[in-house]
Nanobody, 114 residues
Framework: QVQLVESGGGLVQAGGSLRLSCTASGIIFSVNDMGWYRQGPGKQRELVATITRWGSTNYADSVKGRFTISRDVAKNRVFLQMNSLKPEDTAVYYC????????WGQGTHVTVSS
């Protein structure tokens, strides 16, 4: 049974920073790759950052150099540090498995004003 709870979103001005957190239950990080997804208004959900079971990371071109994904295996948490935020980053952000992400949490809203 997988449960995902995202937090840390809010309203921030362009150029500001936010740190998103995800607490996962029913997931073993040593055997699962995790990622952060986002869905903006009227847009499809997209994968913006991943961290593998080995700890390696990857990013979408749109956020590379600005976002950093990390994890705390002992606490079953995944983080997304978001710097130099742009209005285009406005979206609902979700954490989830990379393989078979069949359950979605409520997400956390991020709004970036110009």
């Amino acid at each position: 049974q997988v449960q995902l709870v995202e937090s840390g979103g809010g309203l921030v001005q362009a150029g500001g920073s936010l740190r998103l957190s995800c607490t996962a239950s029913g997931i073993i990080f040593s055997v699962n790759d995790m990622g952060w997804y986002r869905q903006g208004p009227g847009k499809q959900r997209e994968l913006v950052a991943t961290i593998t079971r080995w700890g390696s990371t990857n990013y979408a071109d749109s956020v590379k150099g600005r976002f950093t994904i990390s994890r705390d295996v002992a606490k079953n948490r995944v983080f997304l540090q978001m710097n130099s935020l742009k209005p285009e980053d406005t979206a609902v952000y979700y954490c989830n498995l990379i393989e078979r992400p069949n359950y979605w949490g409520q997400g956390t809203h991020v709004t970036v004003s110009s």
